[in-house]
């Protein structure tokens, strides 16, 4: 099976920009997560989808937003990039419903850098 | 509210020696406890995981010891290569919830 996908690698934009990320998970994983990766932070979740309903959400304000399709590919989106949203974007897919503990499978992430 | 705390933040270790890395956690619902292991550049990867009903889980070079009444748990590598330089993280949650609550992660560096 293919591992989760994530594009693009890199990314730098400028503050005020808005940014696209995308997510394809593992065929037949239809939980998507999403996290954001910093040095001093570690892993801060960010929101999850599963059958394109946002189920969970982290603490991040409301500039960061996402969807789910019906193919259960992901997007999130960062409006009004702040210099402090500079990160590696992690998305993970699981099993979700059914399979309580399922384990996150990680895709490689996004960097981001915004000057 | 930081639910998992993992120590340390660093380590360094000699080739062939013993890697420790401690986790506590304050929610006592939680009854999940995998780690994650991070190469540079890559995804984190699902290395090993535990439930609370035994207090000891080995994969190979990888222990998971758990001790439920301190709410602790910990990862001992065995004879630590190079190549198991990574960022480890360990986590929690509960039956039912998919999120799992992450620890801040652990930089290992295994000196040859």
């Known amino acids: 099976k293919a591992g989760v996908t994530q594009t693009p690698r890199y990314l730098i934009k400028t503050r005020g920009q808005q940014v696209t990320l995308s997510c394809s998970p593992i065929?037949?994983?239809?939980?998507v997560s999403w996290y954001q990766q910093t040095p001093g932070q570690g892993l801060q979740f960010l929101f999850e989808?599963?059958?394109?309903?946002?189920?969970n959400k982290g603490n991040f304000p409301g500039r960061f937003s996402g969807r789910q399709f019906s193919n259960s590919r992901s997007e999130m989106n960062v409006s009004t990039l702040e210099l402090g949203d500079s990160a590696l974007y992690l998305c993970a897919s699981s099993l979700g419903a059914g399979a309580n503990n399922s384990p996150l499978h990680f895709g490689n992430g996004t960097r981001l850098t915004v000057t | 509210q930081q639910q998992v705390k993992q120590s340390p933040q660093s380590l360094i270790v000699q080739k062939g020696g013993i890697s420790i890395i401690n986790c506590a956690y304050e929610n006592t619902a939680f009854d999940y406890f995998p780690w994650y292991q991070q190469f540079p550049g890559k995804g984190p990867a699902l290395l090993i995981a535990i439930r609370p009903d035994v207090s000891e889980k080995k994969e190979g070079r990888f222990t998971i010891s758990f001790n439920k009444s301190a709410k602790q748990f910990s990862l001992h590598i065995m004879d630590s290569q190079p190549g198991d330089s990574a960022t480890y993280f360990c986590?929690?949650?509960?039956?039912?919830?998919?999120?799992?609550?992450f620890g801040r992660g652990t930089s290992l560096i295994v000196h040859p």
């Open positions: 065929s037949g994983h239809r939980s």
């Open positions: 986590a929690a949650s509960i039956g039912g919830s998919y999120i799992p609550t």
């Open positions: 989808y599963f059958s394109e309903t946002q189920r």
